[in-house]
Each structure stands twice: as C-alpha cells, then as structure tokens.
C-alpha cells in the first residue's frame, strides 16, 4: 500500500510546508499541498520521473559543449542534481532553495550527489543570487513553485535581466511553466524581451508543464543537424530528444529546413 501524503510537523515557518508520500518504487516531494513537486524512482534515482524535468533536459539539442558549470534555482527533491551527477559527472552544480527545510528533507529523503567538489547547494533567494553570477554560469535551470504557482520574482523583467548576465557567451536559461497559468504569455513575452526573442517552448508530456528555453547567443536552428544530434543524444542519454525536437518544431514553428524561435 502506498503511504499517504504526509506533512513535515517540525518544520513549520512562513515558507510552505515541506511534505513527502510514497507509491511503490516513487518517493515524491510536496509543497503544503498534494501537488507533486519533485519525484524520485527509489530503485533508480538519477530518472527523471516527471515528464517536465524530461523536457527540461531539451537544452542539451543546442549546447556546443558540455557546460563547465550549472546553476538550479530550485532544489526540490534533486531530481536535475542526480541526473547531472549521473550523466555529466564533470559538470560542477550549484543549487539554490530558499526553503531551509526543502534543502533539509533533499538531503535526508532523496539521495543527493555528495556535496563538495563538483556539487553544492546555497540556502538562498534565488532571484538575489544569480545577481552575483555575472557570466559565470552555463546553463540556468529554474523550477521555482511555491506549491500552488510559480514564483512571482522568479518571471520578472528584473530576474529574466539578471539571468542573462549570468549566463556565459553561450549560456541557455531553461525554466519550467504552467502553460494553464493565464500569465503564461505574458512570461514569454518578458522572456523574449530579456533575451532578444531567442526563445522555444516545448511542452511536456503530461500535466501540462512547458519547458521554456532561452538563448544568450543564437543556437543552431536547422533541422538536419539537430535531427542527428537528438539521434546521438537519445542513445547516449535514455531521454527521447528526437520526440523533442518533433514537439519543438510543432510548438514553434519550422519553415522545413530550420526551427523558429517562439512566436510572438
């Protein structure tokens, strides 16, 4: 049978409280409600169990390069921690949580990669700390909900700014949305505004999460090189990036030899 979800008693401040359930094999993370935040396979911890944080992984079509360095903004259960320690061993990770209690129960409940080294995780607003990054990071993944919807700092012209000067001369933000949030256009707006319309949705599987992908400088774009790409990616990886890339192309748009940018 599987465990109820179930509240965190001792962790109780302004910040929403942290819970966990169980359902065979899925441990999952909960924000004070039984919204599914983060979930981890407990016979294979570095799968990325929900379909967003699959899609999320979509940058990886556009990199030149394994990054040197990411930043999370949003621990959660550690879902993007172990698979980047699992795939991109040599990728150092900072990730950043408000929350001291979700940092807590991640280290406790959610086979975290050893910190230090290549790994570690600062107790911070995220939207203050990547102010101090300036270019110093390659890739940006935001996953910020407070249990209910998307924190505001966390879609502002301000942080979207911020973001840009943290990323390096090729660096990629990647967040993740609500696409039934009726604030959605007025995200993507703001994204492409910050990042000079360079910018793909791509929606994930279920639930109706979309993976929103901005560009520091623009990326490939033609279709025959990203094809071979997903073709390599897929089998290197376990991910579908070729059913990505075919939901990139409906998403946004493709003139047969090349994929568009988000349409305004």
Same mark, same amino acid.
């Not at 290549?118 to 300036?134: C, H, M, P, S, W």
């Given at each position: 049978?599987?465990?109820?979800?179930?509240?965190?008693?001792?962790?109780?401040?302004?910040?929403?409280?942290?819970?966990?359930?169980?359902?065979?094999?899925?441990?999952?993370?909960?924000?004070?409600?039984? %919204? !599914?935040?983060? *979930? &981890?396979?407990?016979?294979? /911890?570095?799968?990325?169990?929900?379909?967003?944080?699959? =899609?999320?992984? $979509?940058?990886?079509?556009?990199?030149?390069?394994?990054?040197?360095?990411?930043?999370?903004?949003?621990?959660?259960?550690?879902?993007?921690?172990?698979?980047?320690?699992?795939?991109?061993?040599?990728?150092?990770?900072?990730?950043?949580?408000?929350?001291?209690?979700?940092? %807590? !129960?991640?280290? *406790? &409940?959610?086979?975290?990669? /050893?910190?230090?080294?290549?790994?570690?995780?600062?107790? =911070?607003?995220? $939207?203050?700390?990547?102010?101090?990054?300036?270019?110093?990071?390659?890739?940006?993944?935001?996953?910020?909900?407070?249990?209910?919807?998307?924190?505001?700092?966390?879609?502002?012209?301000?942080?979207?700014?911020?973001?840009?000067?943290?990323?390096?001369?090729?660096?990629?933000? !990647?967040?993740?949305?609500?696409?039934?949030?009726?604030?959605?256009?007025?995200?993507?707006?703001?994204?492409?505004?910050?990042?000079?319309?360079?910018?793909?949705?791509?929606?994930?599987?279920?639930?109706?999460?979309?993976?929103?992908?901005?560009?520091?400088?623009?990326?490939?774009?033609?279709?025959?090189?990203?094809?071979?790409?997903?073709?390599?990616?897929?089998?290197?990886?376990?991910?579908?990036?070729?059913?990505?890339?075919?939901?990139?192309?409906?998403?946004?748009?493709?003139?047969?030899?090349?994929?568009?940018?988000?349409?305004?």
């Amino acid at each position: 049978m599987p465990h109820p979800y179930r509240r965190q008693q001792h962790y109780r401040r302004a910040l929403p409280e942290v819970g966990i359930s169980e359902n065979g094999n899925i441990r999952s993370l909960h924000l004070g409600t039984p %919204t !599914v935040q983060s *979930a &981890m396979n407990l016979d294979n /911890p570095p799968e990325l169990v929900l379909s967003y944080s699959r =899609a999320m992984m $979509a940058w990886l079509l556009f990199a030149e390069q394994p990054p040197a360095h990411i930043t999370q903004i949003g621990l959660g259960g550690g879902s993007f921690a172990r698979w980047l320690a699992e795939y991109l061993p040599d990728t150092r990770q900072t990730a950043v949580d408000v929350n001291p209690q979700v940092i %807590t !129960v991640a280290r *406790a &409940m959610f086979v975290l990669p /050893p910190e230090g080294g290549t790994f570690e995780i600062i107790e =911070a607003d995220g $939207a203050e700390y990547v102010k101090t990054l300036r270019g110093g990071t390659d890739v940006i993944l935001t996953d910020g909900f407070d249990g209910e919807q998307i924190i505001d700092a966390l879609v502002s012209d301000e942080y979207f700014a911020d973001c840009r000067r943290a990323l390096s001369r090729h660096g990629i933000f !990647v967040t993740n949305w609500w696409q039934g949030d009726k604030r959605y256009p007025q995200f993507c707006a703001r994204l492409r505004e910050a990042f000079d319309g360079r910018v793909l949705a791509l929606p994930a599987e279920t639930h109706g999460n979309a993976a929103v992908l901005a560009f520091q400088t623009a990326p490939v774009l033609l279709t025959d090189t990203l094809k071979k790409r997903a073709d390599a990616l897929s089998a290197q990886y376990g991910l579908d990036f070729k059913c990505m890339l075919a939901d990139l192309k409906a998403e946004n748009g493709c003139n047969g030899r090349s994929l568009r940018f988000q349409a305004a």
